[in-house]
């Protein structure tokens, strides 16, 4: 037998191809060539094949060899098809029964000794053979316990590609899957209680997790800014099957998934430096684009702290990602599409010298002021719902020993119960939350509040004090507020509270 294939599966950003790799074996100059549009690390893979069969102790074929992957239009990225090489030329040299592959597809880079290495972006991978409705997967080790999140497909693991040639020949079994660990928790997990004072932060905090909204705050040194960030993760709830998958399959092809864990269920949480660049908040890089910070906390919160600190450039690549939900990024390799349904939480000093006591002993002129939140784009912040002013912590709230604030547990619980009637409200049209939901369907005379309700936020929007995408901001930090106070439709006082929201207290 001179030709053999075998299947295995492809990453184009964070979708997965069923991809059969095909070999041929031809007498002629002994030669390996590869077909179906590789790339660099893939093109390397004659040498690693190579060098693994033979340190595996089996027979390298002295023949011409070619090597085809199916589709061929399809963009090829990365080393995981080694594994499916190496078992496609000897299966083609009549050295391994492809009997023992019916119904299977092999994933895996090699090491020039043999070893099955881990790769990137295996719950994609198989979640793609899921769907091709593969029956069973063969995957290394270190990347089976991440596999066999995937329902409905057997789940093999395999040290070396020796042990992978002896279970195909039925000389010996492959490793079942290991059961998951679970994440690495912090020892002190943040808590709101932490968060004394700034009953307004507190409460502007619940409102964009409930619905969520994104959120800004502007207040000096100390007023608890980075606090209430950190710690809105801590109040949103855990995802659910379809969001974890999401949410671990981006991950999983960032290479940022620990070995051997499970589901992704708590919301991510993205703070980069203030010094990341454009390609390092929405993603990119050489041939395949990798996933960007606002990616890697899709279904989560991304927190942009000294945000007047960042490029210009940066800040202004997420306009598209907040209004879509996703970042589509075109390179000459083609176009590769990442979920990036976020909530974004800016903070900011009011001016460069930035005193402790605010206003008080700034020494910064108003041109300066201006020029220094100027940075945040008019059209950046008008998608950010909640745009809130913070005063400093006075010492009354700091020393007050019998204040006790509520904790995460506990505004979690009403956050929870907000989502829940927003989903029951949302989810026959496919919105997880009331930021999601169109301003066209806002609109429509089955949701739209009275005309008196309105009346207050249509004045300002007539006055040029609201945009029309400000507006329909509004709205929907209306539901939520109707949410949280377990009303079915929003009142004239949640409209008027959702407009301080949106521009009351601001800087």
Avoid at 120 to 129: E, F, I, K, N, Y
Avoid at 144 to 166: H, I, K, N, S, Y
Wanted: one cysteine or more; a neutral charge.
């Amino acid at each position: 037998m001179s030709y053999a294939m075998v299947r295995s599966v492809g990453l184009v950003g964070v979708a997965g191809h069923l991809v059969e790799v095909e070999a041929d074996l031809a007498n002629g100059l002994p030669a390996v060539a590869l077909s179906g549009l590789p790339d660099t690390a893939l093109h390397e893979a004659r040498d690693r094949v190579r060098a693994a069969i033979v340190n595996s102790g089996q027979v390298w074929p002295n023949r011409r060899i070619t090597v085809n992957l199916l589709p061929a239009s399809l963009p090829k990225f990365g080393s995981s098809f080694d594994a499916a090489i190496a078992c496609a030329v000897l299966a083609a040299a009549g050295e391994l029964p492809l009997a023992g592959l019916a119904g299977a597809a092999v994933i895996g880079e090699l090491g020039l000794d043999g070893s099955l290495r881990p790769v990137r972006g295996v719950l994609p991978m198989v979640l793609a053979a899921a769907r091709a409705e593969v029956g069973s997967v063969i995957v290394p080790v270190a990347n089976a316990t991440e596999a066999a999140l995937v329902p409905g497909v057997m789940v093999w693991g395999a040290d070396t590609l020796g042990m992978l040639v002896r279970a195909i020949r039925g000389e010996g079994p492959l490793s079942p899957p290991p059961a998951p660990s679970p994440l690495p928790t912090a020892s002190a997990a943040p808590d709101l209680a932490e968060v004394v004072g700034q009953a307004t932060g507190r409460w502007a905090m619940e409102v964009a997790a409930a619905g969520g909204h994104h959120l800004a705050m502007v207040g000096p040194p100390g007023a608890g800014k980075t606090l209430l960030a950190q710690r809105l993760p801590t109040i949103l709830p855990e995802l659910d099957d379809e969001a974890a998958l999401e949410v671990t399959a981006l991950h999983s092809v960032a290479g940022a998934l620990p070995t051997g864990a499970g589901l992704v269920r708590r919301p991510p949480f993205q703070a980069p430096h203030h010094s990341a660049s454009m390609p390092a908040l929405v993603g990119g890089g050489a041939g395949l684009a990798r996933p960007g910070a606002i990616s890697l906390a899709h279904r989560g919160v991304l927190f942009l702290d000294e945000a007047p600190e960042y490029s210009r450039r940066a800040l202004d690549a997420l306009r598209q990602p907040l209004e879509e939900g996703m970042v589509r990024l075109r390179r000459s390799a083609g176009e590769t599409t990442y979920p990036a349904r976020v909530q974004l939480v800016l903070a900011a000093n009011p001016c460069p010298c930035a005193r402790p006591s605010g206003d008080a002993d700034c020494e910064c002129t108003a041109l300066v002021r201006r020029r220094y939140l100027g940075r945040l784009s008019g059209p950046l912040l008008d998608r950010i719902d909640v745009q809130l002013g913070l005063e400093p912590v006075s010492g009354a709230a700091l020393f007050d020993a019998e204040a006790v604030a509520e904790s995460s547990a506990t505004v979690g619980a009403r956050v929870a119960v907000a989502r829940a009637a927003a989903v029951a409200r949302w989810s026959a049209h496919g919105w997880r939350s009331n930021a999601e939901v169109p301003g066209s369907v806002l609109h429509a005379r089955r949701w739209r509040p009275p005309p008196a309700v309105m009346a207050p936020a249509r004045r300002l929007l007539d006055l040029g004090e609201l945009s029309a995408r400000g507006f329909h901001r509004v709205l929907r930090m209306a539901w939520t507020l109707c949410d949280l106070a377990g009303r079915s439709r929003p009142d004239r006082g949640d409209l008027a509270a959702a407009t301080e929201l949106r521009r009351g207290e601001r800087w």
